[in-house]
């Protein structure tokens, strides 16, 4: 058994000696095609070197100028099959190589491996049934005319398949052959060359054909050997190394590659570098040399072998903390907090007691480090005690923003194995855009336990925890609406079990507090199907000047035990034009039906009155007017419930200027309104009273009731629309998301 080479070469002849040599040396003949456009003369070259004493031969094939690409490469490859024609009389496989190849294993096992093999070895996939190509052009590679390189007139090859995709042109292989793509690096038996260069000169339409492909060097011999020889006897294992990055770059190897390559099972490797002097010399003395000396080489190769683990582990540390190397800095933040391996837990909050008690509680658990506001305006870590492993000093606020995934990733950095724990305030939603797409990322929006009453600053934080929800309707972490309390419980049942933190995690999802609306807002969002969600009452005041609510709120709190909450709907900015202010209303109602009777009121300004566009489709809503005592009273008189956007006759508008846009916007509705007296206890306490008070009845019933009422001289009854039965004034929608 004997293997010749089919040497495809740009190199200056000095770069090719130490290929050479000990191919000549191993006995294998050489067909070598030099580049017409490459320096130096190789024929020359070879026999100033003296190589002719060798037991191989070298043979020179007509040069031609090969071009990336280009039917040159094809032809080049054939003029040195032609010359194995006619020079070459025993060799039974010719092995194409490139100048960059080198041997990594002795000739001999080649030959050895190729005569129990008897196959011919070259990548030929089908490429009618399979995609081969990963990025690029296929099909087009032969259904098109090429007349232009991509690389250096990329302008005039985009073109011309413009051109002829419109004018519909499809070319066919020639002879009816199914078209096969691979790798250009094969090695083929005698036999199956003789054959191709038989069909190749008495067909000259295979290379007018090919001729005017793209990259034909991967689809000539593919397609000729695919069609020309059995299945059975083609084998598309390569006996070339040769490996690509994420780029498509070629992995260049260097003397340091050496103990890795003598562990590889192939017989050839490329690209080694040519600057790699130490290394060829190694794999030049390997290619010559018999069997029995290659095992005695590789029993000695302790020191190699132990110098190549150290490198694999050194490697595997650099790979699991390439996303804190100074290559990944240059990212942008997403790619980069994606990259940070640790797991964490975000609590998000305007309430300070809520989350140092919560922050306290998991810093129980044996695998987190836990920090407070990391990116606090005023303090690095405010809010808990834990800043040993702060990447800034506590007053360095500005630049802990300036790059804070960087920052965030120094911590993880210094805590590999750990969960990191912090926790944001009112600038939450600069960090969470980013966070919420690390799929290990926990936010936890952490609610106060035990609330009494609510203030401003809990208005605050609801309005933060909407505007978390709303952001949030696409992320790949993972969202819990939790109390201290819960926290606290679940810590306490995953202390004592092995993995506590992941423990937490698991228990987590069973004792959330979930406050789900029937879907996140989007543009095209029904809101009356959300504020359906809000099955507490709500009335709200609307008002010309701010002390005629005064009597209001103390007939509230004196005859009902309601809690009045002025402007509640100014925490949201004037120019928050969004629709998640909706959670906010959701959550207020939810937490004023645990802390009062169920019933929320709240007074409106010119600022707030514009909410009322969307609210008015609420059913269990009150909108009430405050008139001015300048207002004529006769008017008052004809005021009655008016639901489903209904007008009494002859209604005069109110004469202020905030009631008369009240008027245009509730125009039409769902929701009750009325104008009433500011100072008229009488009224107030119809109209109020009824509505708390008003039960579900039939529209019979309705009538028989008010037909009573008139009989006694009593007022009509205001009419208001059925509800739902029993609709519950402390609930909430608790559906998923």
């Known amino acids: ?427 939450a939603l600069d960090y969470i855009e980013v966070l919420r797409w690390h799929s290990g990322c926990n936010l936890l929006m952490v609610d106060r336990d035990n609330i009494e009453h609510i203030d401003k600053s809990v208005l605050q934080d609801l309005y933060l925890k909407s505007k978390v929800l709303h952001l949030l309707e696409e992320r790949a972490c993972t969202l819990n609406r939790v109390s201290s309390y819960i926290i606290k419980h679940v810590v306490n049942q995953s202390l004592y079990k092995p993995r506590s933190a992941r423990s937490f995690i698991l228990t987590l999802t069973k004792y959330e507090a979930r406050v789900r609306w029937p879907a996140l807002l989007t543009d095209n969002f029904n809101h009356w199907d959300f504020l359906k969600a809000i099955y507490s009452k709500i009335i709200i005041l609307v008002y010309d000047k701010a002390e005629h609510v005064t009597p209001i709120e103390t007939y509230l709190k004196d005859t009902h035990g309601i809690e009045l909450y002025h402007d509640a709907l100014g925490v949201i900015p004037e120019g928050d034009d969004t629709l998640d202010w909706h959670y906010y209303l959701a959550d207020l109602a939810h937490l004023n039906a645990k802390v009062g009777n169920g019933v929320l009121v709240m007074t409106m300004d010119h600022a707030t009155i514009k909410r009322l566009d969307t609210l008015r489709w609420k059913r269990h809503l009150l909108v009430l007017a405050l008139e001015s005592e300048g207002d004529d009273q006769a008017d008052h008189l004809k005021i009655e419930f008016q639901p489903e956007g209904a007008k009494v006759e002859g209604r005069r508008y109110s004469h202020g200027e905030v009631l008369r846009e009240v008027d245009a916007i509730i125009a039409d509705r769902r929701c009750s309104y009325s104008a009433v007296p500011y100072h008229d206890d009488f009224w107030l306490d119809e109209v109020i009273t009824d509505f708390i008070q008003i039960t579900p009845v039939s529209k019979a019933s309705l009538a028989s009731a008010r037909s009573l009422r008139a009989d006694k001289g009593e007022k009509p009854m205001p009419t208001m629309k059925s509800q739902k039965a029993k609709a519950p004034a402390t609930a909430l929608a608790t559906k998923r998301l």
């Not at 490797?269 to 040519?274: G, L």
């Not at 650099?318 to 990212?331: A, G, K, M, P």
Request: proline share 4%; with cysteine.
């Open 1 to 427: 058994m004997k293997v010749s080479f089919i040497l495809l070469a740009h190199e200056h002849p000095a770069q090719l000696k130490s290929l050479i040599e000990p191919l000549l040396k191993s006995g294998s003949n050489i067909f070598v095609h030099h580049d017409a456009t490459s320096l130096g003369n190789l024929e020359s070259a070879i026999t100033e070197w003296g190589f002719d004493s060798y037991p191989g031969t070298i043979y020179h094939a007509d040069r031609v100028k090969v071009v990336w690409g280009e039917w040159s490469i094809v032809q080049a490859t054939l003029n040195c099959l032609e010359q194995a024609k006619l020079h070459d009389t025993d060799s039974d496989y010719f092995m194409l190589i490139s100048g960059s190849c080198m041997p990594i294993k002795p000739v001999e096992l080649l030959e050895k491996y190729l005569q129990r093999s008897g196959k011919d070895h070259i990548e030929a996939v089908n490429a009618q049934e399979h995609k081969w190509v990963t990025a690029g052009l296929q099909k087009q590679r032969w259904s098109k005319y090429h007349f232009f390189n991509w690389r250096y007139q990329q302008p005039l090859f985009d073109n011309s398949l413009k051109l002829q995709r419109k004018l519909k042109i499809n070319r066919k292989i020639p002879l009816g052959q199914t078209p096969h793509m691979g790798s250009q690096w094969w090695c083929l038996r005698r036999s199956t060359v003789m054959r191709i260069l038989s069909l190749v000169q008495k067909k000259p339409v295979l290379k007018r054909f090919y001729r005017f492909t793209w990259v034909p060097d991967e689809l000539f011999f593919q397609t000729l050997v695919a069609n020309l020889v059995p299945d059975e006897q083609r084998d598309s294992e390569l006996l070339t190394r040769y490996t690509f990055n994420s780029w498509g770059i070629p992995r260049v190897y260097y003397d340091d590659d050496y103990p890795e390559l003598l562990g590889e099972s192939k017989f050839f490797v490329r690209k080694a570098s040519h600057r790699a002097d130490d290394l060829r010399a190694k794999l030049a003395a390997i290619a010559p040399m018999q069997v029995a000396d290659y095992s005695e080489l590789l029993l000695r190769a302790d020191e190699e072998r132990e110098a190549y683990r150290e490198r694999l582990e050194l490697q595997s540390w650099i790979e699991r903390n390439r996303w804190h190397s100074l290559e990944s800095h240059q990212e942008n933040p997403y790619d980069y907090v994606k990259s940070i391996p640790n797991k964490m837990f975000v609590l998000i909050g305007s309430d300070s007691l809520a989350k140092q008690a919560s922050l306290a509680e998991l810093d129980k658990l044996d695998s987190t480090v836990v920090y407070g506001d990391l990116f606090d305006d005023n303090e690095v870590g405010a809010g808990y005690c834990s800043k040993s492993s702060l990447p800034v000093v506590a007053d360095d606020t500005m630049l802990m923003q300036h790059k804070w995934h960087q920052q965030l990733g120094d911590i993880a950095y210094q805590h590999p194995d750990k969960i990191i724990v912090f926790s944001l305030g009112a600038n």
